[in-house]
């Protein structure tokens, strides 16, 4: 006797059971992107990161390995203004035409090359970066919460089922960027000054945001080393006596820059731009609380 199976019933056989309860997956690039995408996707989605915690995304050498983890991911999150511009590469490698790439630095006022403001009597350099946008939008929460928004946005339009999680995550999240916000203005409202010199151009959206000034730079970017000319002019702005504190970074040695520090019996104070790190939900907090201490005793001679 034969056997038959209708013709419907034969095409659900055939086809793999869709899973209703599937997460989209979604790659970040570097640390800080990681965090705010976790804290909006919270366990609605998976969310990995491509550069390792030990690694920064200026000088990240891309894999033929990545590009199988962009073929796999849904999303792609992404910092932008020029800074994973090496990603290019992976994208068009991978070939996902389904792939949505989101630039966290879209509707942000980008600020172009070093935005140094010398003190009065002090010289600088031209800026060599002149032509492109400053890339570390991050460390300002103002902007943060602009990427957060952004990146709600996206999960929305990609994954609505998920729609009312990802928007009460974010109010969540963004409610916690608006009180930290609100921490760094109070602590920073009465510093005697706000004269900045930090080891490389990573400051100027926290600085426009919070009133201070970048006066100088010891590295114009990372791995340069400063010129001649470029010390100089480091000397000449500290012996003006309107600078508080160097600002060195974990990620790079601030041997060269304590040189100076004790010829003019300046400090010099890390500030972590937060380029590498653990990327977990309570890392940019964290980090930023840290700075913030680490910034308002060194401008009440805190050492």
Not at 92 to 109: E, M, P, R, Y
Not at 136 to 154: F, G, Y
Request: aromatic share 8%.
């Amino acid at each position: 006797m034969r056997f038959c199976l209708p013709l419907a019933a034969l095409l659900l056989w055939l086809i793999p059971a869709f899973d209703g309860n599937a997460r989209i997956a979604i790659l970040t690039t570097f640390a800080p992107v990681h965090c705010f995408t976790a804290n909006v996707a919270g366990d609605a989605a998976d969310v990995s990161v491509l550069v390792p915690p030990n690694s920064g995304p200026h000088d990240y050498s891309f894999t033929p390995a990545d590009i199988q983890k962009i073929a796999k991911a849904d999303v792609l999150v992404i910092n932008g203004a020029g800074l994973e511009n090496w990603l290019q590469r992976g994208i068009k490698g991978a070939g996902g035409k389904n792939l949505l790439v989101v630039d966290t630095s879209a509707g942000i006022q980008l600020i172009t090359g070093l935005d140094v403001r010398p003190l009065p009597g002090v010289r600088s350099e031209p800026d060599p970066d002149a032509g492109g946008p400053n890339p570390h939008i991050w460390l300002s929460p103002i902007n943060a919460i602009k990427q957060v928004e952004t990146i709600r946005d996206a999960l929305v339009s990609r994954d609505p089922a998920n729609a009312g999680i990802y928007r009460a995550n974010a109010d969540t999240y963004v409610a916690r960027l608006k009180d930290l916000d609100a921490q760094i203005r109070t602590a920073t409202a009465s510093l005697p000054n706000k004269n900045l010199i930090t080891f490389h151009d990573t400051f100027p959206y926290f600085a426009r945001d919070y009133g201070f000034n970048v006066v100088a730079t010891f590295e114009e970017f990372p791995g340069k080393e400063p010129s001649p000319r470029t010390i100089e002019v480091l000397r000449k702005t500290i012996a003006t006596g309107n600078v508080s504190a160097l600002f060195s970074e974990p990620q790079y040695s601030p041997k060269a820059m304590q040189v100076i520090g004790k010829e003019f019996k300046v400090p010099v104070v890390q500030l972590d731009p937060m380029e590498t790190g653990d990327g977990a939900k309570d890392f940019y907090e964290r980090v930023t609380r840290k700075n913030l201490d680490a910034l308002v005793a060194a401008f009440h001679g805190v050492r």
